[in-house]
T-cell receptor
Framework: SAVISQKPSRDICQRGTSLTIQCQVD?????MFWYRQQPGQSLTLIAT?????????ESGFVIDKFPISRPNLTFSTLTVSNMSPEDSSIYLC????????????FGPGTRLTVT | AQSVTQLGSHVSVSEGALVLLRCNYS??????LFWYVQYPNQGLQLLLK??????LVKGINGFEAEFKKSETSFHLTKPSAHMSDAAEYFC????????????FGTGTRLQVTL
């Protein structure tokens, strides 16, 4: 299975600022995703990071708030913009490793606290 | 559209006892079903999956789950709980032919006591 790392592992940020989270995979993958896990909640898909094109966002999430980049098949970033305390969550990236794969592998997550 | 219901946000069992975590799903198409485990301060780890074929699937750490179409269920079991099983467990569903859009349940926190 793919080995996924995220940076930073945690951060405390002030409201109104932005934070960029990096997701690095040790092998090329077909699809990459970003999830949010709010305190005590389940995971919610934010968007699918598409290599070389704009991300595909789920209902309730917009590019201006969560811009995503995916410059190649092993790397993606998620930016949380103009943060408010409601953005305090764990942000996780996940990957599908190959065509026809049905198993998503998750990174360790980035724990964000907004004060 | 798919949805998942996990009955019981907290389950407590004694070490050595049977673990049963319940998951019911709703799907307009045949589903793919997954169980993930999340240990404290860690990401999610795939325990097992059902896509097609045998309805009883075995996963890591002695866990297994049975897909019951008539009951729209995919309950997770383990015959004998171990202290190291204490974690959060998530059931997830996706539409047939893709695992790209996972819909997660709200999770069940398993506590294992001596």
């Amino acid at each position: 299975s793919a080995v996924i790392s995220q940076k930073p592992s945690r951060d405390i940020c002030q409201r109104g600022t932005s934070l960029t989270i990096q997701c690095q995979v040790d092998s090329q993958v077909t699809m990459m995703f970003w999830y949010r896990q709010q305190p005590g909640q389940s995971l919610t898909l934010i968007a699918t990071a598409n290599q070389g094109s704009e991300a595909t966002y789920e209902s309730g999430f917009v590019i201006d708030k969560f811009p995503i980049s995916r410059p190649n098949l092993t790397f993606s970033t998620l930016t949380v913009s103009n943060m408010s305390p409601e953005d305090s969550s764990i942000y996780l990236c996940s990957v599908l490793q190959g065509m026809g794969s049905y198993e998503q592998y998750f990174g360790p997550g980035t724990r964000l606290t907004v004060t | 559209a798919q949805s998942v219901t996990q009955l019981g946000s907290h389950v407590s069992v004694s070490e050595g006892a049977l673990v049963l975590l319940r998951c019911n799903y709703s799907s307009s198409v045949p589903p793919y079903l997954f169980w993930y485990v999340q240990y404290p301060n860690q990401g999610l780890q795939l325990l097992l999956k059902y896509t097609t074929g045998a309805t009883l699937v075995k996963g890591i750490n002695g866990f297994e789950a049975e897909f019951k179409k008539s009951e729209t269920s995919f309950h997770l079991t383990k015959p004998s709980a171990h202290m190291s099983d204490a974690a959060e467990y998530f059931c997830a569903v996706s539409a047939t032919g893709t695992a790209s859009k996972l819909t997660f349940g709200t999770g069940t926190r398993l506590q294992v006591t001596l």
